[in-house]
T-cell receptor
Framework: DTGVSQNPRHKITKRGQNVTFRCDPI?????LYWYRQTLGQGPEFLTY????????KSRLLSDRFSAERPKGSFSTLEIQRTEQGDSAMYLC???????????FGPGTRLTVT | GENVEQHPSTLSVQEGDSAVIKCTYS??????FPWYKQELGKRPQLIID?????GEKKDQRIAVTLNKTAKHFSLHITETQPEDSAVYFC?????????????FGAGTRLAVHP
């Protein structure tokens, strides 16, 4: 499968724990996006990388959230001191064209108990 | 601020009927409008998109229309089939400081009944 992949697919954690998700974009795509999707809502933009540079962060991304893309390939999203409100599907997307199609990964479903 | 509104939130049709989903956007600079289909538990998948230099685009049973003056665009599905049942999201690209991001509508849950 040469599409966008994400790991893990599901994560259950207790409130206060830290979690880290990984996204592997399509290999030639230099643009990578993180979104959060809650039940019954569309994906909400979190952050954007062009190569290894994080160029934009949503105000939804509190100080507990950090994202990296160290070598311009895969990216990680870490949530520290998780809260129940962090429970959501975290989607990663990549693109080649800044004004074109974004290809989504299968998402990581986070449940904070 | 940046906003995409989508209506209706749910839509129920009989197999063979047409379905129309409408979206409005706020940023007049937006020039790319994709539609995604998301089946339960699966990733959003692009089904059709339109750029602001065209007013309509068709792909078999799916069509999208764009009215830039009114800042709205619509998805039309003809001859609906049960496998069209899913949640459909419209989106508009917003440009902020030279960077682009997709702003999604809240989604329309389409149910096609045999």
């Amino acid at each position: 499968d040469t599409g966008v992949s994400q790991n893990p697919r599901h994560k259950i954690t207790k409130r206060g724990q830290n979690v880290t998700f990984r996204c592997d974009p399509i290999s030639e795509h230099n643009r990578l996006y993180w979104y959060r999707q809650t039940l019954g809502q569309g994906p909400e933009f979190l952050t954007y990388f062009q190569n290894e540079a994080q160029l934009e962060k949503s105000r939804l991304l509190s100080d507990r959230f950090s994202a990296e893309r160290p070598k311009g390939s895969f990216s990680t999203l870490e949530i520290q001191r998780t809260e129940q409100g962090d429970s959501a599907m975290y989607l990663c997307a990549s693109s080649l064209d800044p004004r074109g199609e974004q290809y989504f990964g299968p998402g990581t479903r986070l449940t904070v108990t | 601020g940046e906003n995409v509104e989508q209506h209706p939130s749910t839509l129920s049709v009989q197999e063979g009927d047409s379905a129309v989903i409408k979206c409005t956007y706020s940023d007049s600079a937006s020039n790319y409008f994709p539609w995604y289909k998301q089946e339960l538990g699966k990733r959003p998948q692009l089904i059709i998109d339109i750029r602001s230099n065209v007013g309509e685009k068709k792909d078999q049973r799916i069509a999208v229309t764009l009215n830039k003056t009114a800042k709205h665009f619509s998805l039309h599905i003809t001859e609906t089939q049960p496998e069209d049942s899913a949640v459909y999201f419209c989106a508009a690209i917003m440009f902020s400081g030279g960077y682009n991001k997709l702003i999604f509508g809240a989604g329309t849950r389409l149910a096609v009944h045999p």
